[in-house]
């Protein structure tokens, strides 16, 4: 029997004690659709890399059957993805040269450590840490290297030899390359972008008109870039372009995922530890945003913290069977869910299905042209370029433009590493910007009602001897002193005031710099022959009040909602007011 505590960590104990022979049927079909998907893209995402063929084929086997025991979403397909490949090639290419032992030693080592500190994340429970990246700038990161990926497969489209690491690197290798472009591969590369292009977008329609069911036309479509990899590969076969100066993926490793063990050189630790710390962050918010959305529309929970756990299962896997860093990704993750998965068991018999591609097929990948796999590539990262969230961005906010603008530019221009890190600082930096300048509202009270409105937008009744003022925002070192300024300013001058009366109900949280901004106010307002009031607080920022002095030396008085605090202070300058005429 296994502990409790232990048994949170394995989540197959859930779904696998309730599967079925209805499950299995649905996990087989969606199985060989993503295995038919998968291998072409495996292949491809590995080019991207920098890595052999036949490590996105091996980074596409153990990861997804660890993931199916510790993961927690039932659809999400766990493998090499287009944006950390990329990151994976940034990361490791100014270390090694690509097809060196020590480059690909290093991507094992970039899985090790990411699936380190995925796991670790994981086990302290510090999924919520990506929240500290903004939607816009994960947008204009992910669009920005959706560019750049695809400009880096245009060398092995037109066949020159070409370098670089940024868009203007890329373009200016290119132009200065031009004239070696070989026709030949030129042709099969356009081809392959045009048919995959058209499959994605005409070939369903076409099915569908000729008769053939909707699950039919849809896993024809889905197989579209296994026929451009036949019909490439056929051709280049038939016609010996090969000797003609076409690119092809050659001699792939008959096999299973073989043993593998990551170098754990000092140096090349210390090397990789920040990409490795950038892979993790943005392959995990890659992933679990895929989870989360295939889940609400079965209703299902995702577990940020235990997809932590199972990535970081995933990712150690790829360090030890010859793979490279990996990640839930979402166009397969999509034909997934489509395709009917209703458990992880899924993914572990397309893992079986990739085994037997791995073991029995490679030979026949022989004289598949780069360019096809480029052209898949291309094909599938363009869905990921989302230029409309600049004008999304700038219609809504100017400082998310700059977010995304900045994030953007500086990974087109400068590199992937300088681009993430640049986002998550900015979204850091934008968090920071707007919770230090809360909005604090002059509010008074609606005729008629007891709710209490911002003076400048609604029609409301105030007095001049009180101050109503509502904190939209939780308290904490960064924002107190302009909470402090903020009522300093608006009560100095105006001598007929005698009550503040700050209204709490946004804050839910308050940090002893708070607090301790809170009695510079309660004691200048003193000063002033002014009483601080304080209404609606919530029960854990009152726990918080209490440890402190502000209760003892608070002037006025806590009230339970803001209507009661207004008034009681309306009644005591009433009071006030009364007394010379019952003394005469």
């Known amino acids: 029997m296994i502990p409790r505590k232990f048994a949170r960590y394995l989540p197959i104990l859930d779904w696998g004690s309730r599967y079925d022979r209805a499950a299995l049927g649905n996990d087989l079909l969606a199985a060989v659709i993503v295995t038919i998907m998968l291998i072409p893209q495996s292949l491809a995402y590995a080019l991207l890399a920098g890595l052999p063929p036949e490590a996105g084929l091996y980074a596409s086997i153990v990861p997804i059957m660890l993931y199916a025991v510790f993961g927690t979403s039932r659809a999400l397909a766990v493998g090499p993805v287009a944006v950390v490949s990329l990151m994976t090639a940034a990361a490791i290419g100014n270390i090694a040269a690509q097809g060196t032992i020590g480059y690909g030693a290093a991507a094992l080592t970039l899985a090790l450590m990411s699936g380190l500190m995925l796991l670790g994340m994981g086990v302290f429970r510090l999924g919520f840490l990506a929240n500290f990246l903004s939607h816009p700038v994960i947008s204009g990161f992910i669009t920005a290297s959706g560019i750049l990926i695809a400009a880096s497969q245009l060398k092995y489209i037109l066949g020159v030899p070409a370098s670089g690491h940024t868009l203007i690197e890329m373009l200016t290798s290119l132009v200065s390359n031009l004239g070696a472009v070989n026709f030949w591969t030129l042709a099969i590369g356009l081809s392959a972008t045009a048919f995959l292009f058209w ?23 889905k197989a579209g870039p296994v026929a451009a990899v036949i019909v490439t590969t056929a051709t280049v076969w038939l016609l010996g372009l090969d000797a003609r100066g076409v690119n092809i993926v050659g001699a792939v490793p008959q096999s299973l995922p073989p043993l593998t063990m990551p170098s754990l050189s000092p140096e090349l630790l210390k090397q990789l530890l920040i990409p490795a710390l950038l892979i993790s962050i943005i392959g995990f918010v890659e992933s679990i945003s895929v989870a989360q959305t295939l889940a609400a529309r079965r209703r299902q929970r995702i577990d940020p913290d235990q997809e932590l756990i199972g990535l970081g299962a995933a990712n150690l896997g790829a360090a030890f069977t010859g793979g490279f860093p990996v990640t839930g990704g979402f166009s397969r993750s999509v034909v997934n869910f489509d395709a009917g998965a209703e458990t992880p068991a899924a993914g572990a018999y397309t893992a079986v299905g990739l085994a037997i591609a791995a073991l029995m097929l490679t030979p026949l990948i022989h004289y598949l042209p780069n360019a096809t796999l480029a052209a898949t590539i291309i094909v599938a990262v363009l869905g990921l370029v989302d230029l409309s969230i600049l004008k999304t961005a700038w219609t809504y906010s100017r400082s998310d433009f700059a977010a995304v603008a900045v994030t953007m530019l500086v990974t087109l221009l400068v590199g992937v590493e300088a681009g993430v890190s640049s986002g998550v600082l900015l979204s850091i930096l934008l968090h920071l910007h707007r919770t230090s300048r809360p909005h604090v509202a002059e509010v008074g009270l609606v005729p008629g009602t007891q709710h209490f409105r911002n003076i400048h937008r609604h029609e409301v009744q105030t007095d001049p001897t009180v101050l109503t003022m509502r904190v939209d925002e939780s308290l904490y070192f960064a924002n107190a002193r302009f909470l402090e300024d903020s009522v300093t300013n608006r009560v100095t001058g105006d ?40 209404s609606e607080v919530k029960g854990p920022v009152m726990d918080r009040l209490k440890r402190g002095h502000l209760l003892d030396e608070l002037t006025g008085q806590v009230f339970l909602s803001q209507y009661d605090a207004y008034q009681a202070v309306l009644e005591q300058k009433d009071a006030v007011a009364e007394q010379p005429a019952s003394a005469s």
């Open 199 to 221: 499959v994605r977008k005409g070939l369903k329609p076409l099915l569908r008109a000729k008769g053939l069911s909707p699950a039919m036309a849809d896993a024809l479509t």
């Open 495 to 534: 001598t007929a005031l005698r009550h503040v009366i700050l209204m709490c109900s946004a804050v839910n949280e308050i940090d002893l710099s708070a607090v301790e901004s809170l009695e510079a106010i309660n004691n200048r307002l003193s000063e002033m022959g002014v009483k601080l009031h304080l």
